[in-house]
């Protein structure tokens, strides 16, 4: 039986957007699979590292924030956003 453990539900994004560096003027581009109030699934190119802490943003959904890595398998991120 699957058990939910988020606290809010996630919804369906397919969007493209994109990541930035703190520490350096770099961006990355991301598809964000699915969102929530509080984080998102995305997924980068297989060889892509990006830092645990990052901006995201995603122009299409007027989502401009802060994020950090919470787990990763292969090219999927999941991702908890922070203030």
């Given at each position: 039986?699957?058990?939910?453990?988020?606290?809010?539900?996630?919804?369906?994004?397919?969007?493209?957007g994109s990541i930035?560096?703190?520490e350096k003027p770099?961006?990355?581009?991301?598809?964000?699979?699915?969102?929530?109030?509080?984080?998102?699934?995305?997924?980068?190119?297989?060889?892509?590292?990006?830092?645990?802490?990052?901006?995201?943003?995603?122009?299409?959904?007027?989502?401009?924030?802060?994020?950090?890595?919470?787990?990763r398998d292969g090219?999927?991120?999941?991702?908890?956003?922070?203030?």
């Open positions: 039986m699957f058990v939910e453990r988020r606290k809010a539900p996630r919804r369906n994004a397919f969007k493209l930035f560096f703190h770099h961006r990355l581009d991301c598809l964000i699979w699915n969102l929530s109030d509080f984080g998102a699934l995305i997924e980068v190119e297989p060889d892509t590292r990006p830092p645990i802490r990052f901006r995201m943003t995603v122009a299409a959904l007027h989502l401009d924030c802060n994020a950090m890595q919470i787990w090219r999927k991120i999941g991702v908890a956003f922070v203030l």
